[in-house]
């Protein structure tokens, strides 16, 4: 029988000799690997500046927090999503406002989105669930036409004049939409390249942004270096060097930085990522269409408008329940494969059921999360494999009734 992990890291000789380098080099923290891959992020994106950190989750909260976001202010996010959506907004002791999904659909329920903003409102922060980017143009029409009772409390909301637009672009690096790349998008990105991701640095993210009136960029990049290193004004990088060593913590900040060695292995990896998203199509395209005749739903991963970034293969097994999916998905791991579920909505996790959140609230959510079956989707897979696991997933639809 074979054996399908869920998801492996893709590593090369080519991220073997960029790490072995870095480790060589004498600099394994926060150094020249981690600008260079910065640079790149930047230019990949079609962004002028990126920032990496230790995670998706940690260049998220830096994010609110630079934006001014805190007590007394809400954050309107999907209840279908992982919790370091909407974790970070608790972190920085704001409030968020859930929103169910819409009816047969992974994506939040828009209406209902532009119906919560209120003066307390910050930000939206969508989630480019399993890489599919979300609908910006209908969130941007939402947070404009909802000017009117946005409240500024600092300089730069005054300067955007409406809420935030960020987006937890966790699964979508590569991702683009009517010829604009994931990053470009959103008024603020963050991407994770944790192991399980298209790309990856073992732990690590990235935050982005857009051109904007009201960003300093150079200004924007030191926020981001103080708040990920412990508010110190020089990291130790800069302090090494020759007559360098004096330096301020001007604030009792995090220590959140992504270390070279760890950026050597991103480096590598995004020199070789337009051939793993082509992988990546290429196996949807061919689950697609073994699967075009079975009574299951899958995600729309390209057209003409847009092309995900191929992360996540989404099943939902049309008029099932919890009961089929989970004996579906015992029955292919029996079969050598692991698949996934993504995800249990908020409410059903007891951190958020303890805030007050319940299921019955979100029943589009509840809904789309009943029957949903994540596939093994990488670039480890050989043909085989993927023909593997395209006959046992239909032997399992025969048998399972
Ligand atoms: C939708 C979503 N957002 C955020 C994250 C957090 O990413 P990280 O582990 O890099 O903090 C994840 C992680 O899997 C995720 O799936």
Redesign the pocket.
């Known amino acids: 029988m074979r054996k399908i992990p869920f998801s492996p890291p893709d590593l090369s000789q080519a991220e073997i000799d960029e790490v072995v380098k870095v480790l060589k080099s004498g600099w394994i923290t926060t150094g020249p690997e981690t600008k260079l891959f910065e640079n790149k992020i930047a230019e990949y994106c079609h962004v002028n500046k990126a920032v990496c950190l230790s995670?998706?989750?940690?260049c998220?909260e830096l994010t609110l927090r630079i934006l001014g976001i805190g007590p007394g202010d809400e954050v309107i996010v999907p209840a279908y999503?992982?919790t370091?959506?909407a974790s970070i907004i608790y972190h920085v002791g704001a409030k968020p406002v859930m929103i169910d999904c819409k009816c047969g659909s992974y994506e939040m329920d828009y209406d209902k989105m532009e119906a919560a903003i209120n003066r307390n409102t910050k930000a939206v922060i969508a989630?480019d669930?399993a890489g599919v980017i979300c609908d910006y143009d209908r969130i941007y029409e939402a947070v404009e036409r909802k000017k009117n009772v946005f409240n500024p409390k600092n300089e730069l909301q005054e300067k955007f004049g409406r809420v935030f637009v960020i987006a937890?672009g966790?699964?979508a690096f590569g991702a683009r939409r009517h010829g604009k790349m994931c990053g470009e998008i959103a008024d603020f990105t963050n991407f994770?390249?944790?192991a399980?991701?298209n790309m990856t640095t073992a732990?690590?993210?990235a935050a982005v942004h857009r051109l904007h009136d009201g960003i300093d960029e150079e200004d924007m990049y030191k926020q981001y270096m103080l708040l990920s290193l412990h508010g110190q004004t020089k990291d130790a990088y800069q302090k090494n060097k020759v007559a360098a060593w004096e330096y301020d913590v001007v604030d009792t900040q995090y220590k959140c930085n992504m270390p070279d060695v760890l950026a050597a292995l991103g480096v590598a990896q995004l020199s070789r990522y337009e051939k793993i998203l082509e992988r990546r199509h290429e196996l949807i395209k061919l689950y697609n269409e073994e699967f075009k005749d079975l009574p299951i739903q899958v995600l729309n991963h390209c057209d003409e408008t847009h092309r995900s970034s191929g992360h996540l293969y989404f099943v939902r097994f049309i008029g099932k329940d919890a009961e089929y999916r989970n004996r579906f998905y015992n029955m292919m791991a029996e079969n050598g494969i692991m698949c996934n579920v993504?995800?249990k909505p908020l409410p059903m996790l007891s951190a958020y059921s303890k805030k007050g959140f319940r299921i019955t609230d979100f029943p589009n959510a509840y809904n789309m999360h009943k029957n949903q079956l994540t596939l093994p989707l990488n670039t480890t897979l050989s043909d085989d494999d993927a023909w593997y696991i395209i006959s046992t997933f239909k032997q399992c639809i025969n048998t399972l009734k």
Do not use: P, W
């Not at 995670?55 to 940690?58: G, I």
């Open positions: 995670s998706q989750t940690s998220a999503t992982y370091a959506t989630v669930l937890d966790a699964h994770s390249f944790h399980v991701k732990e690590g993210g993504h995800f």
